[in-house]
């Protein structure tokens, strides 16, 4: 009978031991739900800046921001949103903001550089590359540089940021073709014929290059069309172009031969060919 009071005794000492490390293991679960909180909120604003549709996205980053007006994180996204939703202007003001702050970055000054550039506004894009530490070395910065020079016609300084930006990215599709457009304005033909050809090899689905391949032979009076992949449309497509820089170049006869042979291929009735085909008598 004796043992019972001491029984008692530790089984109270145990469900006090038990009570008193209860608090700690709630906190320890809240904390454990608070980091996952985290993560699915990142997982959201990820799938939301780059999947979502372009116009729900600044919705939704636009409420975000307004419940967080002090998160730069938030207005990256935000301004990034802008963009691709065709509102580079609104981007800009953001960014041009944010890249006032003390928590601005290089980054920050390569994507208001590129909405700026998307609103024309060459000039302002320079200053913000030119304030970018040359150490901060990205694809985005030097695809930029590469179009800022191109658009002051410093040739050789673009054709050096194009090289570097197509050696900094798996994907260099884009960026070849636009350093292939670059060669056909400064009327470098042949050079700009093998920057398409490289950026197809990258990317064989990229209408872009493939009709600017065909700007580039025509200039040549290579009239007939490259050996690359292309749907029946595309090969209409690409005739017409082709017929129209024949044309143009005074080729009339060959022009009218390849605007019938584009009727002839597309699918469908080829209205701006038949239009065309007509004006010349065809």
């Known amino acids: 009978m004796r043992r019972h009071p001491v029984l008692m005794v530790l089984c109270l000492s145990g469900t006090l031991g038990l009570a008193a490390c209860q608090p700690s293991a709630d906190t320890a679960s809240k904390k454990a739900l608070a980091s996952i909180d985290e993560v699915d909120q990142a997982n959201i604003d990820q799938i939301m800046l780059t999947m979502a549709d372009p116009e729900e996205a600044v919705a939704y980053f636009t409420k975000a921001v307004a419940s967080k007006p002090d998160d730069p994180a938030l207005k990256r996204a935000l301004a990034k949103s802008l963009i691709r939703a065709g509102k580079p202007d609104e981007a800009a003001t953001l960014l041009a903001a944010l890249t006032a702050t003390p928590a601005a970055t290089a980054e920050d000054r390569v994507t208001l550089a590129d909405a700026l550039i998307r609103n024309n506004d060459w000039t302002g894009a320079k200053a913000q590359l030119d304030a970018i530490p040359p150490t901060y070395e990205t694809y985005d910065r030097y695809r930029l540089e590469a179009m800022v020079a191109d658009s002051r016609k410093d040739w050789k300084k673009a054709d050096s940021f194009y090289e570097i930006a197509s050696g900094m990215t798996t994907k260099p599709a884009g960026v070849l073709n636009n350093w292939g457009f670059s060669k056909l304005a400064r ?58 820089t024949a044309i143009k170049q005074g080729d009339v006869t060959v022009g009218k031969g390849l605007l019938q042979d584009a009727i002839d291929t597309n699918p469908q009735y080829f209205e701006a060919a038949e239009r065309s085909l007509q004006a010349l008598g065809g």
């Not at 065909?214 to 290579?222: D, I």
């Not at 449309?233 to 017929?243: D, G, K, M």
């Open 187 to 244: 009327k470098d033909y042949a050079g700009a014929e093998r920057l398409f050809i490289e950026a197809l090899t990258f990317d064989s689905s990229l209408f872009t290059a493939k009709n600017n391949l065909v700007l580039a032979r025509g200039a040549q009076r290579k009239y007939d069309l490259p050996v690359i992949a292309m749907s029946q449309t595309e090969r209409s497509e690409l005739l017409y172009t082709l017929a129209l």
